[in-house]
């Protein structure tokens, strides 16, 4: 079992800047991809950026040049750092985590609201 941990929301006006963090737990080896997702208002919830093992890194199109993602191994922990918010970026991020064998896990989320 996996436990993962978000925390670093909060609310930011437009133009400013978020670092969200996941903690992972439990039994963590072997898991091949951490991603962050979004889920806005009435919205799905959609793939924000992953980031593989061996440290590749893939963003969706609305966030690229504003969002980075990367991982601590020594502290089991993925971030994302979130440059110049818009009030479009306002969601709940949630954290998961895919293992080799296919098996998923996911956080609880915390919420990210930009506003003035």
């Known amino acids: 079992q996996v436990q993962l941990v978000e925390s670093g929301g909060g609310l930011v006006q437009p133009g400013g800047s978020l670092r969200l963090s996941c903690a992972a737990s439990?039994?963590?080896?072997?898991?091949?991809?951490m991603s962050w997702y979004r889920q806005g208002p009435g919205n799905q919830r959609d793939r924000v950026a992953t980031?593989?093992?061996?440290?590749?890194?893939n963003y969706v199109e609305s966030v690229k040049g504003r969002f980075t993602i990367s991982r601590d191994n020594a502290k089991n922990t993925v971030y994302l750092q979130m440059n110049n918010l818009k009030p479009e970026d306002t969601a709940v991020y949630y954290c998961?985590?895919?293992?080799?064998?296919?098996?998923?896990?996911w956080g609880k989320g915390t919420l990210v609201t930009v506003s003035s």
């Open positions: 439990g039994n963590i080896f072997s898991i091949l991809i």
């Open positions: 998961k985590a895919l293992r080799t064998t296919g098996l998923e896990y």
């Open positions: 980031i593989l093992s061996n440290g590749i890194t």
